[in-house]
């Protein structure tokens, strides 16, 4: 069954909705928002007692004081002027729009009599303007300006250039909130040739946006990538500030990529809601002919498949999700009930055509990962939510529970094992813990879509012991200064919870420690995401290692210094690593540099790495030279480190002190000798071998050159007998 029709767009300003909602806005106390003098084309706004009420007078008036070809364009431009300078505050966009809907509905009726009469002029700059300033004003603005419009527009497939301007818009990512109510109500009142007309329109606006995404979240994982190659290559000879310093340096240097992709993810999330309406699941393009219907609802099927799933990893996007959750819990509705339906209504094949190489790879290629993908953004963006607006909790679950059948189960389950889960963290009774393990392991065993060994399972288990630790403790600023790793450790081990788990907590804290708004509160916040961390690795399944194969957790790069505590701290199981706030599971290990021209591409940005964690520029460049099989000289020394039993940074600092031939000899002649063995699932180095007693048993006045090593504890003592090891190390016997 269709769902209503088009549903509210999530957008930045959309909150002076709710704003409107709880307070009325102050505008003269004698004049009605729309009051007006008898002699006006227009209605006046009321004598200006608000900052949004005076704004709306300004593009009252500039639409009275223009010439009558000029009038619309002048007022469009004022009235996105005035919503740019307002956008921050609710409470004035509110007035804003309330004061402005007539002027809003004559520039409409103008902006169709010129179509009626085949004037173009200004056409494009007023459609521009208007696009502009209605994504700020928030859903209602366009809406209203989509119905004023379309009753405008007569009904005819030549639209001269209206047209003409939305596609030119759509081209920059622009307009396609507009476009898409424009359609809609065209639909609704029977103008069939002029919604049809707009097709290519919908169809670039769509695309755009999704290809602006995906190529931004392309370079951000690359840069992922990059990054987890770096610290699983270097991490092991740096000091715990040192490779801080290198992961701060890396991110700074890609700071306008990661920022990029923020940015796209708030784009996206603005007209999120209208490609919902406009996909097989809504009703936006039921106007269309079913040519021109099927070739808009593919073109949005499309973009919710390969974007949807990767939202839950930007700011914007998980805000918008959690904001939808909320108001789907409150009985509302939102575009997550077409991304639901989308979920359950396409076939395999259908996901397997509509997915890019990219979602593929990102682990979506079918039907059930596109739903996992989906579920994991829910409980991912929901995580987020929670552990920086604790007391919308509830209302973020009851969202949750309406997609209940998406997950296997029931609301009634859910909300269970949540008010479990909470009772579980306030449990001291060694009994009653037990009682409730086991009572949560039954319900958790019935969930099969979100068994522990899915990505969604995974998240699911991080939302939960979350939300668990919310309900016994409070205030998340709390949770650092309670002793929860025993309650957290019952909660993960009850819920298997594992790496996947780990990850999502570690990037739900990333993002939190970049939300201003947190502003007192943060650091009481990311301590208690800090103790949940630690909590979740003393869990048993953790302790465990069970990594969550095929699950796409290969490097994930969050922001944050406050993470390095829990970063650098051992308690991380065998599954993966946590290195400066970045994860790096194991599949991703010594299998990598076998990949010659894979690993030597990342000889210049190694360099720039070791560079950025204080190394001198000589040390930097030696140590990223890559052998000719493409092997980085961090992983054995890293080992030879181990071997001497001294820290790894002891090494290098003594490596500082040699001059750069020796250092060239070092690599070369030396760490560079030594090869990994085995299948390409099962890289390792040989820890000894026969260069062993070669290399012992070597007389430096034999004048026969030194034998180059080949096992681990060969190079240990070939480094010794070049006097390459700091003062008072020695190979053990």
């Given at each position: 069954?269709?769902?209503?029709?088009?549903t509210?767009?999530?957008?930045?300003?959309?909150t002076?909705?709710?704003?409107r909602?709880?307070?009325?806005?102050?505008?003269s106390?004698t004049l009605?928002?729309?009051?007006?003098?008898?002699?006006?084309?227009?209605?006046a706004?009321?004598a200006?007692?608000t900052?949004?009420?005076?704004?709306?007078?300004?593009?009252?008036?500039?639409?009275?004081?223009?010439?009558?070809?000029?009038?619309?364009?002048?007022?469009a431009e004022?009235?996105?002027?005035?919503?740019?300078?307002l956008?921050?505050?609710?409470?004035?966009?509110?007035a804003?729009y309330?004061?402005?809907?007539?002027?809003?509905?004559?520039?409409a009726?103008?902006l169709?009599?010129?179509?009626?009469?085949?004037?173009?002029?200004?056409?494009?700059e007023?459609?521009?303007?208007?696009?502009?300033?209605?994504?700020?004003?928030?859903?209602?603005?366009?809406?209203q300006?989509?119905e004023s419009l379309?009753k405008?527009?007569?009904?005819?497939?030549?639209?001269?250039?209206?047209?003409?301007?939305?596609?030119d818009l759509a081209e920059?990512?622009?307009?396609?909130?507009?476009?898409t109510a424009?359609?809609?109500?065209?639909?609704?009142?029977?103008k069939?040739?002029a919604?049809?007309?707009?097709?290519?329109v919908?169809?670039?606006?769509?695309?755009?946006?999704?290809?602006q995404?995906?190529?931004?979240?392309?370079?951000?994982?690359?840069?992922?990538q990059?990054l987890?190659?770096?610290?699983?290559?270097?991490?092991g000879v740096?000091s715990?500030?040192?490779?801080q310093?290198?992961?701060?340096d890396?991110?700074?240097?890609?700071?306008e990529?990661?920022a990029a992709l923020?940015?796209?993810?708030?784009?996206?999330?603005q007209?999120?809601s209208?490609v919902?309406?406009l996909?097989?699941?809504?009703?936006?393009?039921?106007?269309l002919?079913?040519?021109?219907?099927?070739a808009?609802?593919?073109?949005?099927?499309?973009?919710?498949?390969?974007?949807?799933?990767?939202?839950?990893?930007t700011q914007?996007?998980?805000?918008a999700?959690?904001?939808?959750?909320?108001?789907?819990?409150r009985?509302?509705?939102?575009?997550?009930?077409?991304?639901?339906?989308?979920?359950?209504?396409?076939?395999?094949?259908q996901?397997?055509?509509?997915?890019?190489?990219e979602?593929?790879?990102a682990?979506?290629?079918?039907l059930?990962?596109?739903?996992q993908?989906?579920?994991?953004?829910l409980?991912?963006?929901?995580?987020l939510?929670?552990?920086?607006?604790?007391e919308?909790?509830?209302a973020?679950l009851?969202?949750?529970?309406?997609h209940a059948?998406?997950?296997?189960?029931?609301?009634?389950?859910?909300?269970t094992l949540?008010?479990?889960?909470?009772?579980?963290?306030s449990?001291?009774?060694?009994?009653?813990?037990?009682?409730?393990?086991d009572?949560i392991?039954?319900?958790?065993?019935?969930?099969?879509?979100?068994?522990?060994s899915t990505?969604a399972?995974?998240a699911?288990?991080?939302?939960?012991t979350?939300?668990?630790?919310?309900?016994?403790?409070?205030?998340?600023?709390?949770?650092?200064?309670l002793?929860?790793?025993?309650?957290?450790?019952?909660?993960?081990?009850?819920?298997?919870?594992?790496?996947?788990?780990?990850?999502?907590?570690?990037g739900?804290?990333?993002r939190?420690?970049?939300?201003?708004s947190?502003a007192?509160?943060a650091?009481?916040?990311?301590?208690?995401?800090?103790?949940?961390?630690?909590?979740?690795?003393a869990?048993?399944a953790?302790?465990?290692?069970?990594?969550?194969?095929?699950?796409g957790?290969?490097a994930?790069?969050?922001?944050?210094?406050?993470l390095?505590?829990?970063?650098?701290?051992?308690?991380?199981?065998v599954?993966?690593?946590?290195?400066?706030?970045v994860?790096?599971?194991v599949?991703?290990?010594?299998?990598?540099?076998?990949?010659v021209?894979?690993?030597?591409k990342?000889?210049?940005?190694?360099?720039?790495?070791l560079?950025?964690?204080?190394?001198?520029?000589?040390l930097?460049?030696?140590?990223?030279?890559?052998?000719?099989?493409?092997f980085?000289?961090?992983?054995?020394l890293?080992?030879?480190?181990k071997a001497?039993?001294?820290?790894?940074?002891?090494?290098?600092?003594?490596?500082?002190?040699?001059?750069?031939?020796q250092?060239?000899?070092?690599?070369?002649?030396?760490?560079?000798?030594?090869?990994?063995?085995?299948?390409?699932?099962?890289?390792?180095?040989p820890?000894?071998?026969?260069?062993?007693?070669r290399i012992?048993e070597?007389?430096?006045?034999?004048?026969?050159?030194?034998?180059?090593?080949d096992?681990i504890?060969g190079?240990?003592l070939?480094?010794?007998r070049q006097?390459?090891?700091?003062?008072?190390?020695?190979?053990?016997?």
């Amino acid at each position: 069954m269709k769902p209503p029709p088009l549903t509210p767009a999530i957008s930045r300003a959309d909150t002076f909705q709710s704003a409107r909602a709880k307070a009325p806005v102050e505008l003269s106390p004698t004049l009605a928002p729309r009051a007006y003098a008898a002699t006006s084309d227009t209605a006046a706004p009321a004598a200006a007692s608000t900052p949004g009420a005076a704004a709306a007078e300004r593009v009252h008036e500039a639409y009275e004081n223009a010439s009558p070809d000029e009038r619309a364009r002048v007022a469009a431009e004022t009235l996105q002027r005035e919503a740019e300078a307002l956008k921050e505050d609710p409470e004035a966009l509110a007035a804003l729009y309330e004061g402005s809907r007539e002027t809003i509905d004559h520039i409409a009726t103008d902006l169709g009599r010129r179509v009626s009469e085949n004037d173009d002029g200004q056409t494009q700059e007023t459609l521009t303007a208007l696009a502009k300033a209605t994504d700020i004003l928030g859903s209602e603005a366009t809406q209203q300006l989509g119905e004023s419009l379309a009753k405008a527009l007569p009904e005819q497939s030549d639209l001269n250039q209206f047209d003409d301007a939305l596609h030119d818009l759509a081209e920059q990512g622009l307009g396609l909130n507009l476009s898409t109510a424009v359609v809609s109500e065209l639909g609704k009142l029977g103008k069939s040739q002029a919604a049809n007309e707009l097709t290519d329109v919908l169809t670039q606006g769509i695309s755009t946006a999704r290809s602006q995404f995906e190529e931004a979240q392309a370079k951000v994982d690359e840069l992922n990538q990059e990054l987890g190659y770096l610290v699983q290559s270097y991490g092991g000879v740096l000091s715990p500030e040192q490779l801080q310093a290198a992961v701060d340096d890396f991110k700074e240097r890609h700071q306008e990529d990661y920022a990029a992709l923020e940015r796209e993810a708030a784009e996206f999330s603005q007209v999120l809601s209208s490609v919902s309406q406009l996909s097989s699941e809504g009703s936006a393009a039921s106007g269309l002919s079913e040519e021109n219907r099927k070739a808009v609802e593919e073109e949005a099927n499309k973009a919710l498949v390969n974007v949807f799933p990767r939202l839950g990893d930007t700011q914007a996007g998980s805000e918008a999700i959690a904001q939808a959750l909320e108001a789907q819990g409150r009985g509302e509705p939102s575009f997550l009930e077409q991304v639901n339906g989308l979920a359950q209504n396409l076939t395999d094949e259908q996901v397997k055509d509509l997915a890019s190489d990219e979602t593929e790879a990102a682990g979506f290629a079918d039907l059930v990962g596109f739903q996992q993908g989906v579920a994991e953004t829910l409980f991912k963006s929901a995580t987020l939510h929670i552990a920086v607006h604790p007391e919308r909790s509830q209302a973020v679950l009851d969202g949750l529970k309406t997609h209940a059948a998406l997950l296997g189960t029931d609301p009634t389950r859910l909300q269970t094992l949540a008010d479990d889960v909470t009772a579980l963290a306030s449990a001291t009774d060694p009994a009653e813990i037990q009682r409730l393990q086991d009572k949560i392991r039954t319900q958790s065993e019935e969930l099969e879509f979100l068994d522990p060994s899915t990505r969604a399972g995974q998240a699911f288990g991080a939302f939960t012991t979350v939300l668990g630790v919310i309900g016994a403790a409070g205030d998340l600023a709390n949770w650092n200064e309670l002793d929860l790793k025993d309650q957290i450790g019952a909660i993960s081990g009850a819920l298997e919870t594992g790496i996947g788990a780990y990850e999502t907590i570690l990037g739900v804290a990333g993002r939190a420690a970049s939300i201003s708004s947190l502003a007192g509160r943060a650091s009481g916040v990311l301590g208690g995401l800090g103790a949940v961390l630690d909590g979740i690795s003393a869990a048993e399944a953790f302790q465990n290692g069970d990594y969550v194969g095929g699950a796409g957790y290969t490097a994930t790069a969050v922001g944050g210094a406050i993470l390095t505590a829990a970063a650098l701290s051992n308690a991380v199981p065998v599954a993966g690593q946590i290195a400066a706030g970045v994860l790096v599971a194991v599949g991703f290990g010594l299998q990598q540099w076998s990949h010659v021209q894979e690993a030597n591409k990342h000889e210049g940005p190694a360099e720039d790495f070791l560079k950025g964690a204080g190394l001198s520029p000589k040390l930097a460049e030696e140590l990223s030279n890559h052998t000719g099989d493409g092997f980085p000289a961090g992983p054995a020394l890293a080992e030879v480190a181990k071997a001497l039993n001294i820290p790894p940074e002891q090494l290098v600092a003594h490596l500082e002190t040699l001059s750069e031939d020796q250092l060239n000899r070092l690599i070369e002649e030396g760490v560079h000798q030594v090869e990994l063995e085995g299948d390409e699932d099962d890289r390792h180095f040989p820890q000894a071998g026969d260069d062993v007693d070669r290399i012992r048993e070597w007389d430096p006045n034999s004048g026969q050159p030194l034998p180059e090593p080949d096992s681990i504890e060969g190079l240990a003592l070939w480094l010794e007998r070049q006097g390459y090891l700091p003062a008072g190390v020695q190979v053990p016997a």
